[in-house]
């Protein structure tokens, strides 16, 4: 800064033009409208939920199954109990399967696999499992386990489609945290003189743990949603079910036979079970928050 | 300082001096050789000898990179021995090769022996867990396991290993002890590691290995990411922590060498150029090059 | 540490060069530490200076002393003023360097050489004043004696070239310059017993001559003395270059030359 700029020289120096700041105010105007038309779908659709669906909702909604009853008007539909269960039954098992296979995959991707051909072939096709339609896994597991077999459809065939969908969800951000620990710690831990597997399993592990459970919990908020694959296992019945052997209700799929009824009872319990899941999907959303803010990782 | 009236000093004035002047000297003592550096702290009050290491024609590869280029080095036991060298000479490497972390690196590698008081750690038949639980190892910055206690972190290395586990309170409080950390944290063992200061959570790091009961403790650079205060501490309990363990520290910090070390071994591109005691290293260097670095003239 | 020249301002050389006389000869490539070297290299030849002054007041002293001028010797001895000031100069110059730029290796070696040099320095000025200091005691119409005068004329030469030759290997690092100084020093001291000799000879009642005598071997000594602070200077060349301190000795002395230690057989060098 020479001495010889005077105050007002300076002031000149770092004033914002006016150029400068119509752009600015343009580009803030654009992002803004960007942001306000992207809004207004969502606005919309919980707009539409709540007003259809709120209406639905009562004790007896969710604590009777539904009847099948739908063709009399008047008759009593019943509710969405045993949608809820069937959902939660099956999203579980999936979870039970997909979540360990997961974490492990994800495990040996980052500390044996690394950057070894097969590694990243691996990779290449868990990318390439995160974009195909759920359909696709439902109707694997038809041609797989229901067509090839002979057998009949099934809660746990449903879990299954679900939990190839969960995989490559539960891999992804798996290896995204795990690649997120510092290398540090676990040189420190090797160099205490600890096997390998003790590493991953007493350090490293537990300090991801944070930031996975925030994986699978969106993940598993992607399964609780999808019909396609369901309605090829899983297929649909009235009753509350604990034998994930036999047929089983879901939340998606029984939204979808409600939905095209003629009957306006059924097709408002249809958007009664829609709402349901989206709060059950947002109240899983809200935990994996809660969990990521806790950890120091994530 | 000027003469005063008199005309002569009496200390100029010797018996022999008005005659046989040649001899007369102002009588400042004049020792013959600069004094020989002070030995290390005895092994006769060393609680637990340390053990020495010894390289034999080292050399470490990143792939086909050799970065450390046949090296022949001595650590002596129950020193402190210090290596000292410019960015990328080679030294974190080869100290990396003496606890087999090196080859933890996908694509490294190491030829050559380290023997570990005549044990050569590079021998096949020898686990490497247990190698890494006689020589252990003190990290740059400070990484306590963020998601243990204080507690835990310094019992971590004795969980880890699986074996040794009884009085784990007796052995984490020696630890503690022995890194000068046991005062300040004892009324807050269950809190978490990470909530110490830097100083304080290197420390706690040095206490988690030597929980683990080292015959050798390596250190990268231990003091590089810590204010002064916090460093003179680590230097202090380096001179203490001697007398039990084999110490190899490696460091940016010439003046640090200096104070710490007993000997001192200059890298260079990967080769050794100079070892000996640290006194001599500084005061009277042999090799030009040496000579050159401890000066500031590079590096 | 090389040295790039051996400035040769031997005996009977007058001319003690500019103020660059005194720097000493670069070792190598330079790139670090610029500051550093440039403050140490003004320190050296701050110090060097210093024998520059002692020339001076050797040359006016024994000016002084073949003459009787006594003025001139008043001159000299407050003149040592100017060479204690250099001491404290180049002392206070030295205890900054140490405490702000911690040299190691060769440059501490330099560093604790220059307070060795400038401390035998201010030895040498004192001898002057000494000196200095016996001239108007012999009165001022002293009983004179050629032969004596003549003699220390003689020591008075060669102890400016020994300051002179210090002054040399010093500032040229050179080792055997050092060492030959100890060859002029044995002339000093064989003049020295000479002129003891000569003053014990002079017997005969006059009790002024056998006290200008007493005076003049008083005499001797001072530049005996300054012979030996010139030694010393060497022996620090000698320290400075090669790291170990060994004494010049005279070798008409039984006691020979010290041999080097042997090197520390726990260094090794690759």
Redesign the interface.
């Given at each position: 800064m020479s001495a010889r700029e005077t105050p007002g020289d300076l002031l000149t120096r770092f004033d914002v033009s006016p150029a400068r700041r119509r752009k600015d105010k343009i580009a803030r105007g654009g992002i803004l409208a960007a942001t306000i038309l992207a809004l207004i779908p969502l606005v919309l659709i919980v707009y539409y939920l709540l007003r259809k669906g709120l209406s639905s909702w009562s004790v007896s909604f969710f604590t009777t199954d539904p009847t099948g009853n739908t063709f009399f008007g008047g008759s009593n539909i019943g509710g969405i109990k045993s949608a809820i269960l069937g959902t939660i039954e099956m999203v579980a098992l999936a979870s039970a399967i997909a979540v360990p296979i997961g974490i492990g995959v994800a495990v040996w991707l980052v500390e044996y696999g690394r950057s070894s051909w097969f590694a990243n072939t691996v990779r290449f096709f868990v990318d390439v499992l995160t974009g195909v339609p759920s359909i696709i896994f439902g109707l694997f597991i038809y041609i797989v386990l229901i067509v090839g077999t002979g057998s009949s459809y099934a809660g746990y065939k449903g879990s299954l489609a679900l939990s190839l969908l969960m995989l490559p969800v539960v891999i992804r951000s798996a290896e995204v945290i795990l690649r997120l620990i510092p290398g540090a710690l676990r040189e420190s831990a090797l160099a205490l003189g600890a096997p390998r597997w003790r590493v991953i399993f007493s350090i490293v592990l537990p300090t991801a743990l944070p930031g996975m459970v925030t994986g699978v919990l969106l993940a598993i908020a992607r399964a609780a949603g999808e019909t396609a694959p369901l309605l090829f296992t899983a297929a649909y019945t009235h009753q509350t079910n604990f034998n994930l052997g036999g047929f089983m209700n879901s939340l998606p799929v029984q939204i979808y036979n409600d939905v095209t009824s003629p009957t306006t009872a059924v097709v408002n319990r249809a958007w009664g079970a829609a709402l349901t899941l989206v709060v059950m999907i947002l109240l899983l959303n809200l935990i994996a928050r809660l969990i990521a803010r806790r950890s120091r990782l994530a | 300082?000027?003469?005063d009236g008199s005309?002569?000093r009496t200390a100029?004035v010797e018996p022999d001096d008005?005659?046989?002047?040649?001899?007369?000297?102002?009588p400042e003592p004049?020792?013959?050789?600069?004094p020989?550096t002070a030995p290390a702290a005895s092994s006769a009050t060393a609680t637990k000898p340390g053990l020495s290491v010894r390289l034999e024609g080292l050399r470490a590869f990143y792939g086909e990179s050799e970065q450390v280029k046949g090296v022949d080095l001595d650590f002596r036991a129950n020193e402190v021995t210090a290596i000292i060298g410019p960015s990328g000479c080679g030294k974190s490497t080869m100290v990396r090769c003496i606890?087999r972390?090196h080859e933890?690196i996908?694509g490294a590698r190491a030829e050559g022996r380290v023997l570990l008081d005549e044990l050569d750690v590079y021998d096949s038949s020898v686990d490497v867990?247990?190698?890494?639980?006689?020589i252990?190892?003190v990290?740059q910055?400070p990484?306590p396991?963020?998601?243990m206690s204080i507690f835990d972190n310094v019992a971590?290395?004795l969980?880890?290993?699986?074996r040794g586990r009884g009085d784990l309170h007796g052995k984490v409080e020696a630890a503690l002890r022995g890194a000068g950390l046991w005062d300040e944290v004892s009324d807050r063992l269950q809190e978490p590691g990470?909530g110490l200061s830097g100083g304080q959570q290197q420390r706690l790091?040095i206490a988690?290995?030597l929980a683990?009961n080292p015959e050798v403790i390596l250190m990268d650079e231990p003091c590089s990411a810590l204010d002064p205060i916090a460093t003179l501490k680590i230097e202090e309990l380096i001179a203490e922590l001697k007398q039990s363990v084999t110490i190899v520290i490696v460091t940016h910090n010439?003046?640090q060498a200096?104070r710490v070390a007993d000997?001192t071994a200059f890298m260079l591109g990967g080769?050794?150029?100079?070892?000996?005691?640290t006194q001599?290293?500084?005061?009277?260097?042999?090799?030009?090059r040496?000579?050159?670095y401890?000066?500031?003239?590079?590096? | 540490m090389s040295p790039a020249s051996s400035a040769n301002d031997a005996s009977g050389s007058t001319s003690l060069g500019g103020p660059d006389d005194g720097a000493p000869p670069t070792s190598g490539p330079q790139h670090g530490r610029v500051h550093f070297q440039q403050q140490l290299q003004e320190l050296e030849t701050n110090a060097l200076g210093g024998l520059d002054l002692i020339v001076e007041q050797l040359d006016r002293v024994l000016e002084a002393l073949d003459h009787q001028d006594v003025e001139l010797a008043q001159m000299v001895i407050a003149d040592d003023d100017r060479v204690d000031g250099r001491y404290l100069e180049v002392h206070q110059g030295i205890l900054s360097l140490l405490a702000l730029q911690a040299p190691v290796a060769g440059d501490l070696r330099l560093v604790a050489a220059l307070l060795h040099m400038i401390k035998h320095i201010e030895r040498m000025g004192d001898q002057c004043v000494n000196i200095a200091k016996l001239i108007p005691l012999s009165g001022h119409e002293p009983p004179v004696r050629q032969e004596v005068l003549q003699a220390l004329s003689k020591m008075g030469a060669h102890a400016r070239s020994e300051v002179v030759q210090s002054k040399a290997a010093f500032a040229g690092r050179d080792v055997g310059l050092a060492e030959d100084l100890v060859r002029q020093d044995r002339e000093i001291n064989r003049l020295n017993r000479e002129i003891f000799r000569m003053a014990l000879d002079i017997g005969g009642d006059d009790a002024d001559t056998r006290e200008w005598a007493m005076h003049m071997i008083l005499v001797a000594r001072a530049l005996e003395r300054i012979g030996d602070n010139a030694v010393d200077i060497g022996e620090q060349v000698a320290f400075v270059v090669t790291g170990l301190f060994r004494e010049f000795s005279d070798s008409s002395h039984p006691a020979g030359v010290r041999p080097d230690a042997a090197p520390d057989a726990s260094r090794e060098t690759f």
């Open positions: - | 300082m000027t003469s005309t002569l100029d008005l005659l046989e002047s040649g001899q007369a000297r102002s004049r020792p013959a050789r600069p020989a606890n972390m933890e996908p867990v247990a190698v890494r639980r006689a252990g190892m990290f910055k990484n396991f963020p998601t971590s290395g969980r880890l290993s699986s990470a790091c988690r290995s683990v010439m003046q200096a000997r080769k050794l150029v100079e070892v000996g005691p001599e290293i500084f005061t009277n260097p042999t090799d030009p040496t000579e050159e401890v000066t500031g003239k590079f590096g | -």
